[in-house]
């Protein structure tokens, strides 16, 4: 079984500046993946960034990137430069490798103000 | 620009009425998943299937049933739709291991009344 949280319900950033989602997860999986998705408002979720759990480094997207920290299971999404299209509803999510299963954190809505 | 289709976006029922919740996907995917959404809230896994006449319930308990007698088509009915229904599904798509993104529709918001 796993479980994803997102301990931040609502965040706020202003353009162009830096903002950090936070995700924590547990698994008893020996290989798993990692995701976040956004779901921007009445528009459909898209995928943002994964990463490799045995990949010791972080992935990163343009202006995406992730800070995996295995050992303490923690997998927080940052957000560079930060734009007005970048508001939507984000979630962290934990897959097995099998069947590609996923688990939702409760998601993380970020606003970025002009 | 979706290549997996939800059909209604939006729907209005009263109770008792019997629903189906289409979704179709044109990438060839083997795996499909439906998920329920609240406002606001976390997705929660209700049905899932790993390729045709294979269908598995979820971590969420539900009272809608799905089948899967095509690759491309994975729809979800309710028999007899309740208030307690209320709610965004989304259905999404992959194919391979879990490395594999998952694909999502639209959804589709329904109201029972």
């Known amino acids: 079984a796993q479980t994803v949280t997102q301990s931040q319900p609502e965040m706020s950033v202003q353009e162009a500046e830096t903002v950090t989602l936070s995700c924590t997860y547990d698994?008893?999986?020996?290989?798993?993946?990692l995701f976040w998705y956004k779901q921007p408002p009445s528009r459909q979720m898209i995928l943002v960034i994964r990463?490799?759990?045995?990949?010791?480094q972080n992935a990163t997207e343009n202006r995406f990137s992730v800070n995996f920290q295995k050992a303490a299971k923690s997998f927080s999404l940052k957000i560079s430069d930060s734009q007005l299209g970048d508001t939507a509803m984000y979630f962290c999510?934990?897959?097995?490798?099998?069947?590609?299963?996923?688990?939702f954190g409760d998601g993380t809505t970020l606003t970025v103000k002009p | 620009e979706a290549d997996i289709y939800q059909t209604p976006r939006y729907l209005v029922i009263g109770t008792g009425k019997k629903i189906t919740l289409e979704c179709s996907q044109t990438?060839?995917?083997?795996?499909m998943y439906w998920y329920q959404q609240d406002p606001g809230m976390e997705l929660h896994l209700i049905h899932y299937s790993y390729g045709v006449n294979s269908t598995e319930k979820g971590d969420l308990s539900s009272e809608s049933t799905v089948s899967r007698i095509r690759t491309e088509h994975f729809p979800l009915t309710l028999e007899s739709a309740r208030p307690s229904h209320t709610s965004q599904y989304l259905c999404a798509s992959t194919w391979g291991t879990g490395w594999s993104p998952l694909h999502f529709g639209n959804g589709t918001r329904l109201t029972v009344t």
């Open positions: 698994t008893s999986e020996s290989n798993y993946y």
């Open positions: 999510a934990c897959a097995d490798t099998n069947a590609g299963k996923s688990t």
């Open positions: 990463q490799e759990a045995y990949k010791q």
């Open positions: 990438m060839g995917h083997d795996k």
